[in-house]
Each structure stands twice: as structure tokens, then as C-alpha cells.
T-cell receptor, first 115, second 122 residues
Framework: AQSVTQLDSQVPVFEEAPVELRCNYS??????LFWYVQYPNQGLQLLLK??????LVKGINGFEAEFNKSQTSFHLRKPSVHISDTAEYFC?????????????FGKGTKLSVIP | DAGITQSPRHKVTETGTPVTLRCHQT?????MYWYRQDPGHGLRLIHY???????DKGEVSDGYSVSRSKTEDFLLTLESATSSQTSVYFC?????????????????????FGPGTRLTVL
């Protein structure tokens, strides 16, 4: 079984400042990793994903994340946030082998960008 | 955007009544999923489907049933709604990855989500 821990439930940050949203996972098998964003009253939208290869993954809207296998982390970063980045962010993990239907989500981090 | 629609988008019902939520996709993806989202819990998987008439339980399946008679439609039914089932319900779809899919394997790639259904059980 897999589990995901998002270490911060809420993160306030000033506009144009950098931000890091932390995600740690637990799994006994190799995994795929995802970050999703949910804007108010909307569904989830994929920001980026790690399947294999380079551990630094770039996504939409200027976000990037780095997979660290030894620390079992997949932290999300953006060098300069905008008001429009205010949303809830979810980290998710899926086993990478056969039978890996299921995504396990963290509880989410609410990012509030302060003007 | 993936072609996923959910209906209804909002529903208010009373305890003990049956409720059916519909997810419709136009992507011809093999896998479909139902999640519920509750504050402080993130998204939790209710049921999923890996083909027509092939379904299985997720983490929080008690009180829910599903059916998939066509590739494009995945129905979630609450046989007798309870207040604890007040939630936002999301449908998601995904397709198999390359060779794994051709061999009948089950590796999954990105899941794409519908807009959600807000269900209130009074």
C-alpha cells in the first residue's frame, strides 16, 4: 500500500515570492508521482508528473518538482508566484507496475498568494 | 481538456433515498474511477472500472455500487443515501500505457478528472 503526506495544510506567500509545497510518500514498490491543482469550485488539473528518467520535472504554469528517491519526496516549487496560483494542490502516488490502477492522494495544501 | 462530463452537477436529496451519479467520457479510455472529496481527507477512491462490466472496490466503497455497461459511461449509485455521503464526487479516466496495455496489463498513466458533483444529503 502507498501513503502520501503533505506536510503543510496551508501555505501563505506574498506575490512574486518563491514557494515550495512539500510531499513525502511511502511505498514498498516503485512509484509514479503526480501533482494536481484544484482551483475553487473546479475539478483537478494535472500540473506535472514523474514516471521515470530525469528527476527534475517541469510542469505547467512555471511549476517544477524534484523526485528524491532516497528521501521519498516529491516537492513542488515555483520561483515566483502570482495571485492566480491561489488554489489547493494535491500530491498523488501510484505504483508503477502491473495492477497499478489506483492513485493515492495526500490531503492537500492550500496555497494563498498575498498581494 | 479531457472530454469528461458529470451529471448532475449539484443535487440535494433526503436520507434514505437512492441517488445515481453519471460520468460520461468521449475519450474511449479503458479505466474509469469514482472519488469523493472531503475537507481534510483529500480524494479517496470509491470504485473503479478497468473495462465494460469490470469493476472493483476502492478505499471507501461501503454504501456505494457502480455499473459500467458501456465504455463511455460509469454510474455511481447510493442505494440509500446517508448524511455521511454528503461530499463532492469526482469521476476520473485514464488509459493504459503502451505495451502494458496491449498485453492486457494494467499500468495506468495520468488520470483526468471531471468537474465534480456536489451532493448534499439532508
Amino acid at each position: 500500500a502507498q501513503s502520501v503526506t503533505q506536510l503543510d495544510s496551508q501555505v501563505p506567500v506574498f506575490e512574486e515570492a518563491p514557494v515550495e509545497l512539500r510531499c513525502n510518500y511511502s511505498s514498498s514498490v516503485s512509484v509514479y508521482l503526480f501533482w494536481y491543482v484544484q482551483y475553487p469550485n473546479q475539478g483537478l488539473q494535472l500540473l506535472l508528473k514523474y514516471l521515470s528518467g530525469s528527476t527534475l520535472v517541469k510542469g505547467i504554469n512555471g511549476f517544477e518538482a524534484e523526485f528524491n528517491k532516497s528521501q521519498t519526496s516529491f516537492h513542488l516549487r515555483k520561483p515566483s508566484v502570482h495571485i492566480s496560483d491561489t488554489a489547493e494542490y494535491f500530491c498523488a502516488v501510484s505504483p508503477s507496475g502491473a495492477g497499478s490502477y489506483q492513485l493515492t492522494f495526500g490531503k492537500g495544501t492550500k496555497l494563498s498568494v498575498i498581494p | 481538456d479531457a472530454g469528461i462530463t458529470q451529471s448532475p452537477r449539484h443535487k440535494v436529496t433526503e436520507t434514505g433515498t437512492p441517488v445515481t451519479l453519471r460520468c460520461h467520457q468521449t475519450e474511449n479510455h479503458r479505466y474509469m474511477y469514482w472519488y469523493r472529496q472531503d475537507p481534510g481527507h483529500g480524494l479517496r477512491l470509491i470504485h473503479y472500472s478497468y473495462g465494460v462490466k469490470d469493476t472493483d472496490k476502492g478505499e471507501v466503497s461501503d454504501g456505494y455500487s457502480v455499473s459500467r455497461s458501456k465504455t463511455e459511461d460509469f454510474l455511481l449509485t447510493l442505494e440509500s443515501a446517508t448524511s455521511s455521503q454528503t461530499s463532492v464526487y469526482f469521476c476520473a479516466i485514464s488509459e493504459s500505457l503502451g505495451l502494458a496495455g496491449l498485453r492486457g496489463g494494467s499500468s495506468t498513466d495520468t488520470q483526468y478528472f471531471g468537474p465534480g458533483t456536489r451532493l448534499t444529503v439532508l
